[in-house]
Nanobody, 122 residues
Framework: QVQLVESGGGLAQAGGSLRLSCAAS????????MGWYRQAPEKQRELVAV????????NYADSVKGRFTISMNNAKNTVYLQMNSLQPEDTAVYYC???????????????WGQGTQVTVSS
């Protein structure tokens, strides 16, 4: 099993900042991607940002480009999301996702964290 533990959500004012963290633990052979998704009430879950280890590439939703930054500490299997210039429309539950290979037999995994609430007041 692979566990994802998220932290850093909370309440911020518009224009403020928050930093999310997600640490993956367990018998992990390798991680291919770690990323953040979010789901607002009555909306579908959407990609926010994803970090791909091969090539250290990043991908962002258009709505967060220039405001959010995703980074990863490979040694700690931890991904971060620095969120600046927050807006009320960023309010959602943010979920961490990790995809990779686990265990001695290198089984594929695709796991989600429990989610952390981010609320931005105007």
């Amino acid at each position: 099993q692979v566990q994802l533990v998220e932290s850093g959500g909370g309440l911020a004012q518009a224009g403020g900042s928050l930093r999310l963290s997600c640490a993956a633990s367990g018998i992990i052979f390798s991680i291919n991607t770690m990323g953040w998704y979010r789901q607002a009430p009555e909306k579908q879950r959407e990609l926010v940002a994803v970090f791909t280890k091969g090539g250290d590439s990043t991908n962002y939703a258009d709505s967060v480009k220039g405001r959010f930054t995703i980074s990863m500490n490979n040694a700690k299997n931890t991904v971060y999301l620095q969120m600046n210039s927050l807006q009320p429309e960023d309010t959602a539950v943010y979920y961490c996702n990790a995809v990779g290979l686990r265990g001695a037999v290198m089984s594929f995994f695709d796991y989600w964290g429990q989610g952390t609430q981010v609320t931005v007041s105007s």
